[in-house]
């Protein structure tokens, strides 16, 4: 990926003068030669249940203006927790579609701010006026079986009941691809999804 040009913003270039240069984010190819920040979730099979969220927040900190983390999972009603740890305004705009879209700005070092979505909604992008190049996504899920994939390109769901279920995973870039997956009474099961030439 490209590096990011924050030359127009000397105080985002200020933030990263003893960091490494900070690439886009758009494909994370592992050195296993598999994805990063790839979102999986049961997409359909669950039994209809109401999952409660966690009183836990999910953190999107503004950091060196970029977003951290790339890509998050949040349930319905849980609170997503905006930090600014820039010396510097931000503005960040949350591009749902499904759930009512909305944009806050947050000063330099600010209280945090707190947002929670009520329908769920896979994969919008959360933007900052202020810097064009700042993204990440979020995904927003009524039940607690998502992950994003990390450096070794794997996710888990846990503690999901026996069935059958269609396990989608998005990303950014590439799109969505889903399969089928049964899950035993007991043990595991595996998926794995492949993206470009097989
Ligand atoms: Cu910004």
Excluded at 30 to 36: A, Q
Excluded at 110 to 131: I, Q
Excluded at 138 to 150: D, M, R
């Amino acid at each position: 990926m490209q590096t990011i040009d924050m030359s127009s913003n000397p105080s985002c270039v200020a933030e990263h003068k003893s960091r490494p240069p900070v690439h886009a984010q758009t494909i994370v190819v592992n050195p296993n030669h598999t994805l990063r920040n790839a979102f999986v979730w049961i997409k359909d099979g669950l039994p209809a249940a109401h999952w409660t969220p966690p009183a836990q927040t999910v953190e999107l900190t503004q950091n060196g203006c970029i977003y951290e983390p790339h890509v998050a999972g949040i349930m319905v009603g849980q609170t997503l927790e905006i930090v600014n740890d820039d010396p510097i305004n931000h503005n960040v705009h949350a591009n749902s579609k499904i759930n009512a879209p909305w944009n806050i700005a947050q000063a330099p070092k600010a209280e945090h701010k707190f947002r929670k979505f009520a329908s769920p909604e896979v994969l919008f992008a959360m933007t900052c006026s202020v810097h064009p190049w700042m993204n990440s996504y979020i995904g927003v899920v009524p039940h607690p079986f998502f992950s994003v994939t990390g450096d070794d390109g794997a996710f888990r769901l846990q503690g999901v009941p026996p069935g059958t279920y269609t396990i989608e995973v998005v990303q950014e870039k590439l799109g969505k691809k889903d399969g089928t997956l049964t899950l035993p009474p007991s043990g595991t099961a595996s998926i794995d999804f492949t993206y470009g030439s097989q």
